[in-house]
RNA sequence: GCCGGUGUGAUGGAAUUGGUAGACGUGACGGACUCAAAAUCCGUUGGGCUAAUCCCCCGUGUGGGUUCGAGUCCCACCACCGGCACCA
């Protein structure tokens, strides 16, 4: 009989779907084990093989952990508000809802024809009023608790897609998404207190299992500096604090420099004699995109202007300084004012041998600070021109200088991060909407939360607008409310959330995606959380990743989830690549769809070649030969069924090798390399066709690699009797026994070096002792050759291994 | 510039973490089966030297080092990839 996958596949995709083989119950005496993989975006393109990676690698676990008898929630879900859908819905005048539906539909079609073992009665869509209610509930629980705010500020405005973007979604000033250059707009904006958790979000990272480099790119992201808030009195009066992260070079402050933004510049406009070419440059500044910002920091070339009229006095040693402002001083990060020690600072000395700045020595020990910063800041510099702080090095000066500033009350430690608050409002239609009433009496009030859902009107234009409002703004009936405190007339919030609300406690929705009176109920969120596993891309660790770190800490902060952190161990997979070695893209037409793979050779051998493709960690380049060679093995498994020995035991000559690929392939499933896993199970094939292969053989077999290829294991396991004889399909079975005493043959081959090269290998009996194995290398001739006349000086004997016989010519 | 990672046959990639480098797959070559091809099965396949699948020598980006022994550890360098970047 042939290996028809296309009759195979659909059979058992049936059967698992009728016989709910995959559902889980909250709540069981097994251990529970939750794996999460990233649900998708339901694009219109469909499934790429970029998803089918992570999914194949979290349904090997998953159904690797129901054979070691975990109670497993395997959940999958719709990330479904977005752009993509809303653009799509404008061209082709369909709703978004309807085509957000059918991209759906689709999805989960492609996703059962690849056989996962997902609870399909726990999906969740994002865009469901059932669960965005949830989603705002949530909103109004950071706003009672004053994490949510709204502000005008200056935002990152995305030309393109004609809405604020997030810091995090600006990469290179550029949009993320859409490659439009973003300008920078003064916009009123709702804004999420990440900064509150900055602390605990580096901090708890260090309970996590979370591979190397997710956390520190979460760390960098926040960045996290330690050092000094010092106060300068202007020549006005005023206060100028400014950061920095060496107070000790404190007298070596000959200048400061203020950002073009800072309230002082328009706050003095009286006094200074040169207000107009001020003017000009803060207008330049202003009119810089992010883009052109960070072409131009990539240069270095500084720019500034004096503010004449008014000085600044180092209060170390009541020196008058001039004040400059310059864009290299960036108002949204310390106080946006700093001293600047050109001595000592790289982009303080260029500033400073620009503008022709006084540059004095405040720590010695490196180069002529005329021509070159010395920045070191351990123990190599010492303090000098620095009265009380001379002699001390820079680690000793910089507490010294401390306490000083905390004594004089001019100034204390302060820590700084580089994370900023979290811009929530987009001006777009396809999102959830903000639950919040604008009354001219109250102010800002939220929506009482037996109100929500605040569902989404239906409009007839989702046209962004031009003005930066968002499409729901013309939705007179809907805008005009009531104010929910004084019953006067009010007006709604028009702005609705970034597609990362959804998708900061999803996985939360899938302990208990049907409860209507809470999140989830308080014994589904004990019992399951936190997540065990969760698999996804690196692209989300400093959006996704750290989004949804900060909404679950708020959420444990205020009694609602029971952990901390809402995943314990997170990983991360490779992209997939085009045939070659290039990024899969439409334009280039390297595309590779899983439709056609699986048409051709079926899902199993799709999983088994994308398991196979390489270090799961790494990229893959797609290789169409490569997955023949997986075919060809799915073939050969098939094919061996027919020539079995008729016996239920291990045979002989295959027992050993059985019980090392049992742990072999347990282990490397734990570990992520599912590729050696393969390899294992492809070397174990060989050698049953070399050996010939018994029926107790050929069930071990089925059974490891039914998490790979799990249609045909079933069905083979069906065929061949071993499903009614054991009880139940082969992903109910127990993951085969591993016996360690079974894996030890009576002999073993060992290395035979001599001087530390490889001259022989010999067979031995197990744990032969030094002088059996000496004996038995000085009988291979090879070996005699290489000793012969030599005096032997050390035998190095690594048991079961490696012998090496140290020699040394005779004298 | 800073942080992280990678570099192994023709090729995708293995290597129990310091112990026989190249598992497994692809490709190539040879054989069996076939009228033939495909499929399948069985061999061979790092380089040099060679009549030889005898020997011997070389070989994991480059140059040093530690060690009985290094793809693996240390130092310096080169190349590529990813992240961050005027963050005081």
Known sequence: MKYDFASIEPKWQAKWQQEKTFATETGSGKPKFYGLVEFPYPSGQGLHVGHARPYTAMDVVARKKRMDGYN????????????????YAIKNHIHPAKVTHDNIENFTK???????????????????????????????????????????????????????????????????????????????????????????????????????????????????????????????????????????????????????????????????????????????AA??????????????????????GVRAVNPVNGREIPIFISDYVLSSYGTGAIMAVPAHDTRDWAFAKKFGCE???????????????????????????????????????????TKWLEEKGIGHEQVNYKLRDWVFSRQRYWGEPIPMVWCDKCGWVPLPEEQLPLLLPEVDSYEPTDTGESPLSKMADWVNTTCPHCGAPARRETDT????????????????????????????????????????????????????????KFLYDIGVVPTKEPYH??????????????????????????????????????????????????????????????????DRVWNLSEQLADSGAYSAANESAIHKTIKKVADDIEAMKFNTAIAALMALVNDFYANGCSRGDYAAVLLMLSPFAPHMAEELWESLGFAAQRGGQACQQAWPAYDASKTVAAE??????????????????????????????????????????????KVILVKNKLVNLIVRSKK
């Not at 405040?362 to 351990?378: C, H, L, P, R, S």
């Not at 692209?539 to 909404?551: D, G, I, K, V």
């Open 110 to 284: 492609q996703l059962k024809m690849l056989g996962y073992s997902f609870d399909w009665d726990r999906v969740v869509n994002t865009t469901d009023p059932e669960y965005y209610k949830w989603t705002q509930w949530i909103f109004l629980q950071l706003y009672k608790k004053g994490l949510a705010y709204k502000t005008t500020m200056p935002v990152n405005w995305c030309t393109s897609c004609k809405c604020v973007l997030a810091n995090e979604e600006v990469v290179d000033g550029v949009c993320e998404r859409c490659g439009a250059p973003v300008v920078r707009r003064e916009k009123s904006q709702w804004m999420l207190k990440i900064t509150e958790y900055a602390q605990r979000l580096i901090d708890d990272l260090d309970e996590l299992d979370f591979i190397e480099r997710v956390k520190t790119q979460q760390k960098n992201w926040i960045g996290r500096s330690t050092g000094a808030e010092v106060t300068f009195k202007a020549t006005t009066g005023d206060d100028i604090v400014v950061f920095t992260t060496r107070p000790d070079t404190l007298f070596g402050a000959t200048y400061m420099v203020i950002s073009p933004e800072h309230r002082y510049v328009k706050q003095w406009a009286d006094k200074l004699e040169n207000l107009s070419t001020v003017e000009e440059y803060v207008a330049a």
């Open 569 to 634: 161990k997170r990983t991360s997979h490779g992209m997939i690549l085009g045939e070659g070695g290039e990024k899969m893209s439409k334009s280039r037409g390297n595309v590779v769809n899983p439709n056609d793979v699986v048409a051709e050779f079926g899902a199993d051998t799709m999983r088994l070649y994308i398991m196979f493709i390489g270090d799961f960690e790494k990229a893959a380049a797609w290789s169409a030969k490569a997955v023949k060679g997986c075919k060809r093995f799915l």
């Open 748 to 793: 073993v081959n060992m290395a035979v070096q001599v001087g530390g090269k490889l001259r022989a290998t010999i067979t031995v009996p197990l744990d032969s002792e030094q002088d059996a194995v000496v004996a038995e290398a000085m009988k291979d001739p090879k070996v005699r050759k290489f000793t012969e006349g030599m005096e032997t000086v």
């Open 497 to 552: 959330m970034p597609q990362w609300a959804g998708s900061s406690w999803y996985f939360l929705r899938y302990m208990d995606p049907h409860n209507k009176q809470a999140l989830a109920s308080r014994q589904a969120l004990d019992y399951w959380s936190p997540v065990d596993w969760y698999n996804g891309g690196m692209e989300h660790t400093t959006l996704h990743l750290l989004y949804s770190r900060f909404w679950h």
């Open 287 to 308: 009119r810089k995109s992010d883009f052109e910002r960070t072409e131009l920091a990539a240069d270095k070339e500084k720019t500034g202007v004096e503010l004449r």
């Open 72 to 87: 497993v929630l395997f959940p999958m879900g719709y990330d479904a508000f977005g752009l993509p859908t809303e653009n």
């Open 359 to 401: 540059i004095i020595e405040v720590v010695a020990g490196g180069e002529d600070v005329q021509k070159q910063a010395f920045t070191a800041k351990d123990d190599t510099g010492v303090l000098v021109n620095s009265e009380f702080l001379n002699g001390l090095t820079v680690k000793q000066a910089i507490p010294a200088i």
